[in-house]
C-alpha cells in the first residue's frame, strides 16, 4: 500500500459486503471504460433487483478487487420513450403570511389558481396530485404540483420556461423519469446504473477505513482520498456541512468516529454505521451522546465537537432553534454553546466572542483566553464557549485546573459503545431496514419538513436522486451501493426504492448515507460512478478499502 500523503484518521473495520453477482440475461451492457472483467459469480439472493416493473432486463458484472472483496456493476432497464422533459412550476403559498415562499407543491386550490393564471397568459399548465409510497412514518398524499410541456430534449424547453418566468413564476425543467409517484414506480422502464462494494470478512485481509483527509475543515474528493491512502475502493461517507455560512466546510453534520475517537457529535438519535473491525462486525445504530467537562464535582455538557458554535447543521441539539429534533439540511443555532476541539479540526478553532480554554496533553489548564480562535496545542484539547456559556466555564476553569473531558456515546440502551482504535462510525439517514424488513424513517431522522407544503419531502425523499447506501446481510457481510441519478439514461432512486434494492440485495440492516451530488465509488483508481453535476463533488469523508493485513487482536 502506497503511504498516504497526510496523517488522516482512520476507521478500522474488516465488514462484509455480499450483493446478488449472478449475471443475468444481458440487455443494456455497462460501458467498456467502467465495467469490470466478469468473474465466478456467488448464488444471488435475488434473481433481480425489486426497481420498476418486475419483468425488466438486468445485467451484474463483477469482478474480484482482493481476496474478499468483489465490486459488482448493476445495469437494470433501458431508457423509455415515454419519459420526457416538462416545466415544472413554483406555486405562490397560500399562507396568509405574505413572506411565505413559493413551493414545488401546494393545496389543489393554490395549484388550480396558478394553472389558470398561466393559462390565461398562453401556457398549457396542468395540475397534478403527487402520492408518495407509504414508508414508516411519512409518504401518503403529499400534495398537487404544476406543471407544462413535453419535450424530448431539455433545450427545447427552454422558451417555454421564459414564458412562465415572464408570468410571473419562477419555473425550471424536470424529466419525469426523475418521479418518485406510487402510480409509475412499479411499471418504470429504467435505466438505472448501481455500484456495490462486496466485502466479505472471512476472507478480506485488509481493513475498512473512514478518512476525512488533512482535516475536519475541508473536504476532499473520494478520488483524492482513495489515491492518498492507497485503497482498493472507495465510497462517499456521511453528510457534511457544504455552506460555509452553516459551519465549517466539509465538517461532519452528525456522528464521525475516526479511529476510534469521536470526532462529531450525533443529530439527535439518527442512525449511523458502526463497524467494530476488532469483532469484524458492522451494525446500524440510532446513537446518542453524553458529552461533558467535570472539575470535581462540578460539571458542565458539552453541546458540541469539532464545529463552529452556535451553528448545528442538521439541529438535533439541545436547546437548538428552532428545533432540537433532527432537521435534515437545516442549519440551527443556539448562542450558548460549549464546544470541544482537538487539532484534527483544523490549523485554527473558529474565530469570535466568547471564551476559549487551553487543556494540556494531561487535562490540566494551560491558558485562558477571552476571545476565540487559536491553533490547538499538539496533544491538547481546547474548550469553546458562547454566550451565558462563557461565564459558566470562566467559573470552572482557571489556570492550573485539572479538567475531565467526556465524549460517550451512547447506545440504544443508553451503554456507552466501546471504542477502540479499530471503531468506526459514519453518519446517514434515514434508517431503510431494521431486522430483516423495511422500517423507513423519514419524519423521525428530519427528512419531513413542516411549513412548506412538503415540498423538502418531495424532492429529497420522494423524487429519484442519486443514493449511496449501506447495510449488513444475514451472515454478517457488509454492502456498500451506489446508485447514479439526475441523468435521463441513470434515474437514481426514491427513497422507498432505495430501502427494496437494499433489500433484494439481502440486507437485513441497511441506512441511507450522503447522496445527490456526493455519490462517488472509487475502484482500482478509478472513478467508476457519474457525478450527477458533471465532476466529482469533494465530500467530508469517505469509507475506503484498504488492502493489508489486519492487525492481530
Known sequence: MSAPFWNSPRLYAACAAAAATALIAPAVPASAETAPAAVSAAPAQSSHLDLGAPDLPETRTAAQLAPGVTRTSITRGAPSASLFWTAEVAIPSDSPDPDAPAAALSSQAAAERTADRLRAAGVEARVESV?????????????????????????????????????????????????????????????????????????????????????????????????????LAGVNGGFFTFDPKAGAEGDPAGVGVYGGRTLSEPVGDRPALVVDGQHNRT????????????????????????????????????????????????????????????ADFGPQTPSGDGLEVVLDGSGRVSEVHEHRGMAVPAGGRTIQATGSAAAQ?????????????????????????????????????????????????????????????NSFYYGWVHKRNPRTFAGVDAQGRTLIVTADGRQTDRLGLSIKETADVAASLGMVQAINLDGGGSTAMVADGALVTSPSGGSERAVGDALLVLPGRKAAD
Open 131 to 231: 402520492d408518495s409510497p407509504q414508508l414508516a412514518d411519512a409518504g401518503g398524499h403529499l400534495g398537487y404540483r404544476v406543471r407544462a410541456g413535453n419535450f424530448g430534449a431539455k433545450a427545447d424547453g427552454a422558451a417555454l420556461v421564459a414564458q412562465i418566468k415572464a408570468a410571473g413564476y419562477a419555473s425550471s425543467l424536470v424529466y419525469t423519469g426523475w418521479d418518485g409517484d406510487s402510480a409509475s414506480g412499479d411499471n418504470s422502464h429504467g435505466q438505472w446504473k448501481l455500484e456495490v462494494l462486496t466485502i466479505d470478512p472471512r476472507e478480506y485481509t485488509g481493513q475498512l477505513s473512514a478518512s476525512f483527509g488533512p482535516d475536519l475543515q475541508g473536504r476532499e474528493t473520494v478520488s483524492a482520498l482513495a489515491q492518498a491512502e492507497g485503497a
Open 283 to 342: 451494525s446500524v445504530e440510532r446513537l446518542a451522546w453524553r458529552g461533558s467537562v467535570r472539575a470535581g464535582d462540578d460539571e458542565l455538557v458539552l453541546d458540541g465537537i469539532d464545529r463552529v458554535p452556535g451553528l448545528i447543521r442538521n439541529c438535533g441539539g439541545t436547546g437548538d432553534s428552532p428545533t432540537s429534533l433532527p432537521l435534515h439540511d437545516v442549519t440551527c443555532t443556539d448562542s450558548d454553546e460549549l464546544v470541544a476541539f482537538t
Open 393 to 453: 466555564l470562566h467559573a470552572l476553569a482557571p489556570v492550573g485546573r485539572q479538567l475531565q473531558l467526556s465524549t460517550d456515546l451512547l447506545d440504544g440502551h443508553g451503554k456507552a459503545l466501546t471504542a477502540d482504535k479499530s471503531t468506526s462510525v459514519v453518519n446517514g439517514g434515514p434508517l431503510l431496514i431494521q431486522d430483516g424488513a423495511e422500517n423507513i424513517t423519514a419524519r423521525r431522522d428530519g427528512m419531513v419538513h413542516t411549513g412548506d407544503s
